[in-house]
């Protein structure tokens, strides 16, 4: 009997759970010894990646304010002095600097209730990556890298997470990436979306029969080093230099070049960093690319701290907003354009929201306790709007969701299990603990 001709019982997602494969295997295949639960894995992995499913994370570090974005509070002392607009749902009204995402808000759901503890930045960027608190025991794989495990093509020829912006927290060189998952999944940078990226060429005078010949001297030294004990850490180099080899030898690595696209189309993105670091994680995608995080660096140099206004915060939200409102509200509307938003996720978040008080540096400082996250396509409903905070916006209202919570919708809206588990070393460990999903944003 081979693997394919298990019944495989699958939970309402079309997945299974490690438990109820080992159960199923014990009960109809007994006989086959050598059935691991890599095995099942590889079964689990296949039928996901048949859906086609991928996600776009635009994640904006320091904290916008909710109340000058997507939650604001008119008439109130915590609202400030930010006017509101109204979007195209009835009653439902944005900080000012959004009309083109307000005019967009029929493909968006807004989760206005999003509650946490985590008031320091970096603890905060860990947790919204991962889904789990810094920990002394393990360091938790960016959700990015257990979203290219579970969903991407072992055989496919570009990276399947790719960071566009380089070093913020969910970058290669940011405080955390690829945990304990295979460095094969960590993310490939593109500091400049504008650009091709450098290492994505065979150096200058390097042919392909000249690089393949080097990959050959490669696996000589390596295969020494596998012989003196090494063999696992041989086989995660390996896996990365087989997957950088067919990068730089792909007809698809054009796809980092947004030169190829229409004048017309890069304008409504926006001629800056944010608006085509957009424009390519729609190329990425489109290409077969499983996850793009946009990080908040990709906003260009102007951006400083990004989100983190603890002074002049009206009037950085202000400039913040020009460039990122055409270039979600565009992202969206581009994917749906093209047939591709009802297999994307679109994520639009920070690490925590900022406070009901206003300082004497008029700024706003952290605040966990209640913000907003938005969420797009993969079968989440359109003009939706989640929970609310009460009428200064101190607490949450109706309907709290914690980040676990978050966590577990993400996974459920892309296909994945989120009782799955990863192996970290020799011990089962999945990928998020305690949440539940939230049935009520699905379509």
């Known amino acids: 009997m081979l693997i394919q001709d298990l019944y495989l019982q699958t939970n309402r997602d079309g997945v299974y759970s490690r438990r109820t494969f080992l159960r199923d295997v014990?009960?109809?295949?007994?006989?086959?010894?050598?059935?691991?639960?890599?095995?099942?894995?590889?079964?689990?992995?296949?039928?996901?990646?048949?859906?086609?499913?991928?996600?776009?994370?635009?994640?904006?570090?320091?904290g916008p304010s909710q109340y000058e974005t997507f939650d604001p509070k008119p008439g109130t002392e915590a609202g400030g002095p930010t006017k509101t607009i109204d979007t195209v749902i009835p009653g439902i009204q944005f900080g000012e600097d959004w009309p083109q995402t307000a005019?967009?808000?029929?493909?968006?759901?807004?989760?206005?209730?999003?509650?946490?503890?985590e008031g320091n930045h970096v603890r905060a960027q860990y947790l919204m990556h991962?889904?789990?608190?810094?920990?002394?025991?393990?360091?938790?794989?960016?959700?990015g890298s257990t979203v290219a495990q579970a969903l991407g093509d072992p055989q496919f020829d570009l990276p399947h997470f790719v960071n566009i912006g380089g070093a913020g927290p969910g970058s290669a060189g940011g405080?955390?990436?690829?945990?304990?998952?295979?460095?094969?999944?960590?993310?490939?940078?593109?500091?400049?979306?504008?650009?091709?990226?450098?290492?994505?060429?065979?150096?200058?005078?390097?042919?392909?029969?000249?690089?393949?010949?080097?990959?050959?001297?490669?696996?000589?030294?390596?295969?020494g080093f596998a012989d003196r004990g090494a063999a696992e850490l041989v086989?995660?180099?390996?896996?990365?230099?087989?997957?950088?080899?067919?990068?730089?030898?792909?007809?698809?690595?054009?796809?980092?070049?947004?030169?190829?696209?229409?004048?017309?189309?890069?304008?409504?993105?926006?001629?800056?960093?944010?608006?085509?670091?957009?424009?390519?994680?729609?190329?990425?995608?489109?290409?077969?690319?499983?996850?793009?995080?946009?990080?908040?660096?990709?906003?260009?140099?102007?951006?400083?701290?990004g989100w983190d206004c603890?002074?002049?915060?009206?009037?950085?939200?202000?400039?913040?907003a020009a460039i990122n409102d055409p270039a979600y509200s565009a992202l969206i509307a581009d994917l749906k354009d093209r047939g591709m938003l009802d297999k994307t996720l679109v994520i639009w978040m920070g690490e925590f929201g900022r406070t009901p008080s206003i300082n004497p540096k008029v700024g706003r400082d952290h605040y966990p306790q209640a913000f907003t996250v938005a969420l797009a396509g993969a079968g989440i409903k359109r003009g939706f709007i989640l929970g609310s905070t009460d009428k200064d916006g101190k607490e949450v209202a109706e309907r709290p969701v914690k980040v676990q919570d978050l966590f577990a919708t993400i996974y459920h809206a892309l296909g994945i299990d989120p009782q799955r588990e990863n192996m970290a070393g020799t011990r089962p460990v999945k990928i998020i603990e305690g949440g539940e999903v939230v049935r009520e944003v699905f379509a």
């Open 26 to 62: 014990a009960i109809g295949a007994a006989g086959i010894s050598a059935l691991s639960w890599k095995d099942a894995a590889r079964v689990q992995a296949e039928e996901l990646r048949k859906r086609g499913m991928a996600c776009i994370l635009l994640f904006h570090n320091g």
């Open 103 to 117: 005019a967009q808000l029929n493909d968006i759901t807004l989760i206005r209730s999003m509650t946490a503890k």
């Open 130 to 143: 991962t889904g789990f608190a810094p920990s002394a025991v393990v360091k938790y794989p960016n959700f």
């Open 175 to 223: 405080p955390f990436g690829v945990g304990y998952l295979p460095v094969a999944y960590a993310p490939f940078v593109v500091d400049d979306p504008s650009r091709m990226p450098t290492n994505t060429e065979l150096p200058d005078g390097v042919d392909v029969t000249r690089f393949q010949r080097r990959l050959g001297l490669v696996d000589t030294v390596d295969r």
């Open 235 to 305: 086989t995660e180099n390996r896996g990365l230099i087989d997957s950088a080899a067919r990068l730089v030898t792909s007809p698809r690595r054009k796809v980092f070049d947004v030169s190829q696209e229409k004048d017309s189309l890069r304008d409504r993105y926006g001629r800056t960093p944010i608006g085509q670091a957009c424009l390519l994680a729609r190329r990425l995608i489109e290409t077969g690319v499983t996850f793009v995080e946009i990080a908040n660096s990709a906003q260009g140099a102007e951006t400083r701290l």
């Open 310 to 320: 603890h002074q002049n915060n009206f009037d950085e939200h202000h400039r913040l």
